[in-house]
């Protein structure tokens, strides 16, 4: 995408969709999905999404790989005792998907991984399917943590706040 077409997409899209296709319930029901799945593992997940950028930030150069990187860091994701925390993005406007690793995480799991993630999310968005599409990022994250990082039953503090952030 080009700088003029995301400066447009920025301006034109997402802003009236963001209440429309993520309702108090579906976030309620995304809240339940990643304090549930914590449990499984050790790690700690967010999920943030956001309309549109600035077209100010867009003419800058602010992409959604580098924005997600700031919310990363705005959310203290970096702040657990294990770095083990991850944030799944979504720049509406953009169609635009990013999940950011801990250093704990990210030598353990491949970058194959998180875009399979991705890409399973991006596929049900493109087809309307929100709730779909946002609980089954929650569920494959889980899962993937799982897999590497096995709570193995032991009950352990909850370091972030499970509720999705709306920017």
């Known amino acids: 995408m080009t700088r003029t077409q995301r400066l447009l997409a920025n301006v034109f899209d997402g802003w009236f969709q963001l209440h429309r296709r993520f309702p108090p319930a579906l976030l309620d029901d995304m809240t339940a999905a990643i304090a549930d799945g914590e449990h499984t593992h050790l790690g700690e997940v967010r999920f943030a999404i956001e309309a549109r950028l600035a077209p100010q930030s867009v003419l800058a150069g602010l992409d959604a790989n580098t924005r997600a990187r700031q919310i990363f860091g705005q959310l203290g994701v970096w ?14 406007a953009e169609h635009r998907i990013e999940i950011v690793a801990d250093r704990g995480i990210a030598r353990r799991v491949k ?16 087809a309307g399917q929100w709730r779909a599409g946002a609980l089954r990022g929650i569920t494959d994250t ?10 193995h ?13 709306l920017l």
């Open 111 to 126: 970058p194959e991984e998180w875009t399979a993630i991705c890409n399973a999310m991006r596929e049900s968005f493109a």
């Open 153 to 165: 039953g032991k009950a352990r503090p909850d370091e972030l706040p499970d509720r999705p952030v």
């Open 142 to 151: 889980h899962a993937l943590l799982a897999k590497h990082f096995p709570s």
């Open 79 to 92: 702040d657990t005792e294990h770095n083990n925390g991850v944030l799944l993005y979504l720049l509406m």
